[in-house]
């Protein structure tokens, strides 16, 4: 992993850091970096059978960025230019004193700075913490959901409970803010089950998004039994509704339709059958301070090193300036049967 790495050639060291520095944060592919996710813990209440694995080992407190060092680099790259934050874990309701997170960075909203601060959850703790969400300017959220069925739903989180989970989805509503479902496609767990979850999210005014599985991270399972591919999926729903196109960007890389039976929308994220690497906008901080500007290769750069060796906010800002600078062209995911996971840290890490 590379800290503020000095070793750098001069001339690149001083077109990234000097006068002619460009003011927001341009790769070498010439795409401009506006959205940031942060993981602000590795811990979750739920163990998915896709995400973890059963008896996962969490990280010692002291490698997790506190609050005010994750303040400080979501703060840096807002000052880079990036307009929207989405704060993801683990489990970002788990952390304690997110709230008090959640009320600093809406400063950013306040100056008009950051246009979106944001969050994807499990859900099972919204029910206590979406009121305070939309009091500090959360508009929109996403809550994950793969199943309507209790028991499935247990068996595929280990232990949750979905009566929360709902429960969490109408306190959001209540609070006013819009909810985004997000499903993980699975072939064996919830395949027949994906027109249903999309009746239930479209009836009650929710988009929804799927997922397909990517390899990130050994868990217990072959996620080659699991993978389901969204093209398959969509030729299915193709047979019994209409979909068409719709040109909605929500700054990610999914591809939105909207049913016409239902009313609603839905996208499709398919990290393994579409390449959407060429408009990719996106970086992602681990809650140990590693920014990954892509989430299919194995490039890391330790931001958390710049701050824990008392390094100024120029020393930060540059740190960023390089890592994104050197974001890959493109990823290579693959499923192959047996074959170990593309990147072996897990999604909990890096953040979703
Ligand atoms: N705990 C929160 C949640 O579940 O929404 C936030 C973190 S979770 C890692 C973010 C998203 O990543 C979830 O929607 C989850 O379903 C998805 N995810 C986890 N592991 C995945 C995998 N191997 N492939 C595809 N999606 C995955
Ligand atoms: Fe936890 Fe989210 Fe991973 Fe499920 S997908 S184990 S809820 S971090």
Do not use: I, M, Q, Y
């Given at each position: 992993m590379t800290p503020y790495d000095t070793s750098l050639p001069q001339a690149r060291r001083a077109r990234l850091?000097?006068?002619?520095?460009?003011?927001g944060l341009v790769d070498s592919f010439g795409r401009t970096v506006t959205y940031l996710r942060v993981?602000?813990?590795?811990?979750?209440d739920l163990r998915c059978v896709y995400c973890m694995s059963e008896h996962m080992r969490f990280l010692p407190k002291a490698e997790v960025l506190t609050l005010e060092e994750l303040d400080r680099i979501a703060s840096a790259f807002v000052g880079l230019g990036v307009r929207k934050l989405r704060l993801t874990g683990g489990?970002?309701?788990?952390?304690?004193g997110l709230m008090t997170l959640v009320e600093r960075l809406s400063r950013h909203l306040k100056s008009g700075a950051l246009e979106e601060l944001t969050l994807t959850t499990n859900g099972t703790r919204l029910a206590e913490f979406a009121p305070e969400l939309a009091r500090h300017g959360v508009r929109r959220i996403n809550v994950s959901l793969d199943t309507l069925k209790p028991d499935l739903f247990a068996r595929l989180t280990r232990g949750g409970d979905l009566g929360k989970v709902i429960g969490g989805i109408e306190a959001a509503q209540g609070s006013g803010l819009k909810v985004k479902l997000n499903a993980v496609a699975l072939a064996r767990d919830n395949a027949a089950e994906i027109p249903d979850l999309i009746k239930w999210a479209h009836g009650r005014g929710l988009d929804m998004t799927l997922i397909e599985t990517m390899p990130l991270g050994e868990i217990d399972e072959d996620r080659t039994d699991q993978f389901l591919s969204l093209a398959k999926v969509r030729a299915d729903l193709e047979s019994y509704w209409t979909l068409r196109d719709i040109?909605?960007?929500?700054?990610?890389p999914a591809r939105y339709v909207e049913v016409a039976e239902t009313g609603g929308r839905l996208g499709f994220i398919t990290p393994l059958t579409h390449?959407?690497?060429?408009?990719c906008n996106r970086v992602r901080l681990t809650c140990t301070g590693t920014l990954h500007?892509?989430?299919?290769?194995?490039d890391a750069s330790d931001l958390r090193a710049v701050l824990r060796a008392g390094g100024s906010d120029e020393d930060l800002t540059a740190a960023i300036r390089l890592a994104v600078d050197a974001k890959p062209q493109g990823h290579d995911f693959q499923i192959d049967?047996?074959?170990?996971?593309?990147?072996?840290?897990h999604m909990s890490t890096t953040g979703g």
């Open positions: 850091s000097g006068a002619e520095a460009p003011t993981s602000v813990t590795d811990r979750c489990e970002p309701l788990v952390r304690k040109p909605l960007t929500t700054g990610g390449n959407f690497c060429e408009a500007t892509c989430l299919g290769r194995e049967r047996g074959a170990a996971p593309a990147v072996s840290r």
